[in-house]
């Protein structure tokens, strides 16, 4: 079993999203199958995630920044 985490993903339900980085999904399938090969639990997939996720032990309150 694999979490995968990411944000947006560059595909027709995403398309009418304007000013928002969005991710290749070939991008996304490569770090998903490239996690599961190395037998990770998780895997943070995008530019986005990896920051949300090194900044979660450092906050208390507030907004990411």
């Known amino acids: ?3 995968a985490h ?3 993903v560059d595909t027709p339900m995403t398309a009418r ?3 928002v980085d969005k991710s290749a999904p ?3 399938a490569t770090r998903v199958l490239d996690a599961l090969e190395a037998g990770q639990s998780e ?3 995008d530019a ?3 920051k949300v996720q090194a900044e979660l032990p450092t906050m208390t309150t507030g907004a990411i920044g």
């Open 1 to 3: 079993m694999l979490g």
């Open 6 to 8: 990411f944000a947006y």
């Open 17 to 19: 999203l304007d000013g």
């Open 26 to 28: 070939a991008d996304i």
């Open 43 to 45: 895997v943070f997939a």
């Open 48 to 50: 986005l995630t990896q």
